[in-house]
């Protein structure tokens, strides 16, 4: 299995957006841009980039979905000069949610809306930066909030028991919990936890504090399958709302969205003929759960 790839939807702005990412994290690239013909949405910009090396998806699919802070990017910065100038950049056209400075986790962070909606936590962690610099960060508020570890233990323990073994999963590590005195949060639910899903580190969060915004699929978490039971074991491990299915996406019963994905969809989506791709594509906007076999008798023509 590759990497857990976080999944933008833009309105029309997909292909920009990843333009001026990739302007402004180190070590960042535009890896390809293609376009799906005659969807619901009309023909829609898929683009994939690399910030700092963490792969990334976006869409433009029209206003169907929004960004909220439900989930956020978090960069970490060996230098406190790249915070400042990485959150000067990204706020830019934007909103601040926690301004520049000091807090008793780091000694130079800030919390950003970019001008698309997206939020970003951009902190100084000097050598702790590593190579994983690029951290999804979901926050579990309202109906879920509190549910944080119960969501962790649910994550790492399918992707640790997925078919063919998924590596690097696990290593759940609650790093900080409220306390006393620190209401609306309710002591011993957690302010900051980390866990990894296939090498990709992923930070949670609860929040009692009142928000209006929830989970969505404005940003989900592609899973790369290579086989059509890995398919089928993601599927039914993490899909709670039957609603929700479409395409290859669901929703689990946190309300966080994934795309259970079979590798080779991106092959056949990359031929040169228009009519094998038009098939495939048609295929698959009728699936919910995605079946490898169908979609390539589609490409086939058969």
């Not at 919990?177 to 580190?201: C, I, M, N």
Request: charged fraction near 25%; aromatic fraction near 12%; hydrophobic fraction near 35%.
């Amino acid at each position: 299995m590759g990497k857990i790839t976080p999944h933008l939807w833009f309105d029309k702005e997909a292909k920009e957006a990843a333009e001026l990412y990739t302007s402004l994290i180190p070590n960042s690239k535009m890896t390809k841009v293609r376009t799906l013909r005659n969807t619901p949405s009309g023909d829609c910009d898929i683009v994939s980039f690399e910030l700092s090396g963490q792969p990334f998806m976006a869409i433009s699919a029209g206003p169907l979905f929004k960004f909220n802070p439900s989930v956020s990017f978090q960069i970490k910065c060996k230098m406190k000069d790249d915070v400042d100038a990485i959150f000067e950049k990204l706020s830019n056209g934007g909103k601040v949610t926690m301004p520049l400075g000091s807090y008793p986790f780091s000694e130079r962070y800030g919390w950003l809306e970019d001008k698309y909606g997206l939020s970003w936590q951009v902190i100084f962690a000097g050598e702790d930066a590593g190579k994983k610099r690029i951290t999804p960060v979901l926050m579990f508020v309202g109906a879920v909030c509190g549910k944080t570890e119960e969501a962790i233990h649910l994550y790492t323990e399918v992707f640790r028991n997925a078919p063919g073994g998924a590596e690097g999963s696990g290593n759940a590590n609650v790093l900080s919990r409220y306390g006393k005195g620190e209401e609306p949060d309710r002591e011993g639910t957690v302010r900051y936890a980390s866990f990894t899903l296939l090498g990709q580190e992923i930070g949670a969060m609860d929040s009692a504090r009142e928000h209006k915004f929830a989970f969505n699929e404005a940003i989900s978490f592609v899973v790369p399958c290579d086989t059509q039971g890995e398919i089928d074991y993601f599927w039914e491990r993490l899909s709670a709302d039957p609603k929700a299915e479409q395409c290859g996406w669901l929703r689990d019963r946190f309300g966080v969205s994934w795309q259970v994905t079979p590798t080779v969809l991106n092959q056949l989506l990359s031929s040169d003929d228009k009519e094998k791709t038009a098939r495939v594509t048609q295929a698959f906007l009728k699936m919910k759960k995605f079946d490898i076999d169908a979609l390539k008798r589609a490409y086939e023509g058969t």
